[in-house]
C-alpha cells in the first residue's frame, strides 16, 4: 500500500520530521535522535525501492538532506567555533550530500538549477531578489534576534567587513539551502509527484524546519518564502537568483534590521 502511493510515504516521512522539530523545542538531544533515526530510515527505505520503484528511491534519498541539515546545525559545538566559522563548516558536509546524490542519480547541474536563467527572465530573478528586503524586516520582526557581533568582528571592519559577511550568508546559507531544497529536492519531489504537489511539499518541509524558531507566524512566512522560490525555480530553471535572495533575507534579519529597526 505505501509503495504503491508517494503521496502518503511523503506525507509519513513529513510527519516524522515534524514530531522531530516539535520535540527538539523540548528536548533537543531526543530531537536530534529522531532526526537520526529518520535519516537512516530514508537511507534504508530508498535501498530497498531502488529496484521496484527507482523515482521513488532517488526522492527518498534527495529527502535525507532535510534532517542532515537540522542535525548539522543543531550538533555543532558553538564554544569551539565562531559564528562565522560555524556556518561554512555546515555548509560543506551538506555539499557533499547534495553532489554525492547528484552523482548518484546521474544529474546533470541544470537538473537541479545550477543554470543562468535567459534574460526574459531577469525581472522575475530580478523582483525575488528585491523581495528579500521586506522579507528580511518581516522576519526579524517575528524573531527579533540580537545581531550577530561575532560576524562582524570575524571579518574586519566597515563596509568591507559587510560585504564579506554577506557574501558568507549568501553562499554558505543562501546558496545551500537552496540548492538542496529547491534544486535536489523538488526535482526529485515533482519527478515523483507533480508540479504543484511536488512545489508544495517543498515549501512544506521549508516551513517545518522553522519550527524551532517557536513562532508559528515564521513557519508562515518560510512556507510563504518557499512557495514564492519554488515558482521562481520552475518559472526560470535556475537557483541563482532565489540563492542571493534567501542570503540577503538573512543579512538583514541578524545583520541590518537589527541595528535600524
Known amino acids: 500500500m505505501l509503495r504503491r502511493n508517494p503521496y502518503l510515504i511523503s506525507a509519513t516521512y513529513l510527519l516524522l520530521v515534524t514530531c522531530a522539530e516539535l520535540l527538539i523545542i523540548y528536548d533537543p538531544k531526543a530531537g536530534i535522535a529522531l532526526h537520526a533515526i529518520i535519516l537512516f530510515a530514508l537511507l534504508l527505505h530508498s535501498a530497498l525501492e531502488y529496484d521496484t520503484d527507482k523515482n521513488l528511491s532517488k526522492f527518498l534519498m534527495a529527502f535525507v538532506l532535510a534532517p542532515l541539515i537540522r542535525i548539522l546545525s543543531l550538533s555543532m559545538p558553538l564554544v569551539q567555533f565562531s559564528w562565522l566559522s560555524r556556518f561554512m563548516l555546515i555548509s560543506i558536509p551538506i555539499f557533499i550530500a547534495i553532489f554525492t546524490c547528484m552523482w548518484l542519480q546521474e544529474l546533470r547541474p541544470k537538473d537541479v538549477g545550477l543554470f543562468t536563467p535567459h ?3 531577469t ?3 530580478a523582483g525575488v531578489i528585491l523581495l528579500a528586503i521586506p522579507f528580511g524586516i518581516l522576519e526579524y520582526q517575528i524573531l527579533k534576534p540580537a545581531p550577530l557581533l561575532g560576524l562582524a568582528s570575524a571579518s574586519g ?5 559587510f560585504i564579506a559577511v554577506s557574501l558568507i550568508f549568501i553562499v554558505c546559507t543562501g546558496f545551500t539551502e537552496e540548492f538542496a531544497f529547491r534544486g535536489l529536492l523538488q526535482y526529485n519531489a515533482i519527478r515523483l509527484m507533480s508540479k504543484w504537489s511536488g512545489i508544495i511539499f517543498v515549501a512544506t518541509v521549508f516551513g517545518v524546519l522553522h519550527v524551532g524558531n517557536l513562532a508559528i507566524l515564521d513557519c508562515l512566512l518560510a512556507f510563504s518564502v518557499g512557495f514564492i522560490y519554488s515558482i521562481v ?3 526560470t530553471g535556475s537557483i541563482y537568483g532565489i540563492s542571493v535572495s534567501h542570503g540577503i533575507i538573512n543579512t538583514v534579519l541578524f545583520l ?3 541595528l535600524y529597526f
Open 119 to 121: 534574460l526574459r527572465n
Open 123 to 125: 525581472p522575475i530573478e
Open 233 to 235: 525555480r520552475e518559472k
Open 157 to 161: 571592519s566597515g563596509a568591507m567587513n
Open 256 to 258: 541590518v534590521a537589527p
